[in-house]
């Protein structure tokens, strides 16, 4: 992404439409939104030529003069680097993985894979694949790595049910090593998109030997082929990687790199402007103006592809349920003033009524947004189940904990007595598992996993049984949509189910969108080599770097 100093042209639309009868049940229609489909890549089939190793971003220029160390500052809690449990998620895990470890392939940019471990791969129905492997390729523990490696992690992966290594290989129905470095996968069924599941940080590649000499301890996970070693962990505190000199690829531009994890907003400036790090994912808003306004440092600029929503738990009590209600809770809402008070200008509201990311392949624009509109608001209320009961909002990060006061307030106009509860990420998370027999919780305000995928964000974030399902979706019609979506290869086709999933979130109202976040990261200047996307969980600092000869003076190591 391109780099920002002094200012960030925000293009802010927002397109209000009137909003649809609907009923408590599940009998309520309206008319479909009529618009156009959002770009997506597709996949084709056919064997792959053997495809260099891309470049990780900017790379550095011959002969600069590189620093050996770089500090990062996250505000998520990383657990664990290790997908086959379920603390194994997070973006700073995944930007982590993808410097600790391997996957078959790697998605520089969406719908585009290169090689990793696999350098070539064929199929010709996408139920039958075969891969053939890297011979060079050695894990940090002194293994070298063969195709019986690949079979065990996705045999371990079916062992772990509910982990979010088993939520990609678990379509895998057979898979065999037929050579010491070619293995050949059968699926259940076709499935179009299997390269993206096999892109994705959950299927990266661990060592066995590290689970069955350190199985009890959780950190066995942290044994890869990547371009770093582990060499200190403490949960929830820090990170320290090495450059593994012995890495395939060749070695990294930067020797070591740390990890921190910062809840405290005010720390986390004060290390940036003191030179105790020097890249931060997370300022709040005012932060942000700061450094992008200092000659020191440089701000990159994201617009991330998942929403900011309001979810409703969609497995609820009968107030949750209440279709009524939901749309009384969405015409009750100022996305505009709910967004600027969150985050100001590094947020943008919704343009449509569609929570769909904007990156997120086959999207139908101009979806009908639902009005702020107090009066109609009141209106679905009355009609709804809602008795004066306290409905609970729970949510966590400085900006969401700002809007869901602001909501606090907006739904107390209408008559919707709200209590916010707020926690750390971690609790967030365990709270808001798909579990079917929770219907004790009700909102909550968080980022919704939309993938630029369609298939993986729906696959990731709608599908039972899968831990990341937070807004706890478990309904026969959109999970065979989602099931059908995964079976079919044209694309027309698969643009059409697509839009019948978005046309049934639309009359469902499971969760409704807020904002979409303008992530900045603020940097000291000379840091290059950071490869972001639309999706934070594909960001790779693989290649990340420091020139000291553009660094600041007083910020030097």
Not at 341 to 350: N, T, Y
Not at 411 to 421: Q, R, S, T
Not at 440 to 456: D, E, K
Request: aromatic fraction near 12%.
């Amino acid at each position: 992404m391109k780099k920002v100093k002094k200012s960030i042209a925000l293009l802010i639309v927002l397109v209000m439409g009137l909003g649809l009868l609907a009923a408590c049940g599940s009998g309520d229609t309206g008319p479909a939104a009529d618009g156009g489909t959002g770009t997506g890549a597709g996949t084709g089939g056919g064997e792959t030529p053997v495809p260099t190793v891309p470049e990780v971003g900017d790379a550095p220029v011959d002969g600069a003069n590189l620093a050996d160390h770089i500090d990062l500052i996250v505000d998520t809690a990383l657990q664990i680097v290790n997908p086959f449990t379920l603390a194994g998620t997070g973006a700073p895990v995944a930007w982590a993985s993808f410097m600790i470890l391997d996957r078959l392939l790697e998605q520089p940019e969406p719908g585009v894979f290169a090689a990793q471990l696999a350098v070539r791969w064929y199929t010709e129905d996408y139920q039958h694949f075969r891969f053939y492997l890297r011979d060079d390729v050695y894990f940090h523990n002194g293994d070298h790595f063969t195709a019986e490696d690949v079979v065990w992690n996705v045999e371990f992966a079916h062992a772990n049910p509910g982990s979010p290594a088993f939520g990609r290989w678990r379509f895998v129905d057979t898979i065999t090593a037929v050579d010491t470095y070619v293995i050949e996968i059968v699926l259940t069924e076709p499935h179009v998109d299997f390269f993206f599941d096999i892109a994705n940080y959950y299927t990266s590649i661990h060592s066995p030997r590290a689970f069955y000499e350190s199985q009890d301890d959780p950190t066995w996970g942290h044994i890869g082929t990547g371009p770093f070693r582990v060499v200190g962990f403490s949960s929830n505190d820090f990170l320290s990687l090495e450059r593994f000199d012995e890495y395939w690829g060749g070695p990294a531009p930067t020797r070591s790199i740390t990890m921190w994890t910062i809840p405290e907003m005010a720390t986390r400036t004060v290390m940036l402007q003191n030179g105790e790090a020097q890249v931060s994912f997370s300022m709040t808003p005012e932060d942000l103006d700061f450094f992008e306004d200092s000659p020191d440092f440089q701000t990159f600029v994201v617009r991330l592809n998942p929403p900011i929503i309001l979810g409703f738990n969609n497995q609820g009590d009968e107030i949750m349920m209440c279709r009524y209600f939901r749309r009384a809770v969405a015409h009750a809402l100022n996305t505009e003033d709910i967004s600027l008070a969150a985050m100001g200008r590094w947020a943008q509201p919704p343009w449509d009524g569609n929570f769909w990311g904007p990156e997120t392949q086959f999207r139908l624009e101009n979806m009908p947004q639902r009005a702020f509109d107090l009066e109609l608001a009141r209106y679905y209320l009355d009609r709804s189940v809602y008795n004066g009961e306290t409905i609970e909002i729970m949510t966590a990060v400085h900006y969401n904990i700002r809007a869901s006061e602001f909501i606090q307030l907006l739904l107390g106009d209408v008559g919707i007595n709200v209590n916010v509860e707020t926690t750390d990420i971690s609790g967030f998370i365990e709270a808001h598992r798909f579990d079917p027999e929770d219907d004790s919780r009700q909102m909550h305000i968080f980022a919704v996993g939309m993938l630029p995928v369609a298939l993986q964000a729906m696959r990731t974030t709608f599908y039972p049984g899968i831990g990341t399902n937070r807004l706890n979706i478990n309904n026969d019609y959109l999970t065979g949509l989602i099931d059908e979506l995964a079976a079919t290869i044209e694309p027309d086709a698969r643009r059409d189910i697509a839009h019948q999933i978005q046309e049934f979130f639309w009359e469902d109202i499971p969760a409704i969108p807020l904002w979409w976040r303008l992530q900045g990261i603020p940097a000291v200047n000379g840091i290059g080599g950071m490869r972001l996307s639309a999706d934070q969980f594909n960001y790779c600092l693989r290649g990340i770097f420091w020139d000291l000869d553009q660094a600041p003076a007083h910020l030097m190591p």
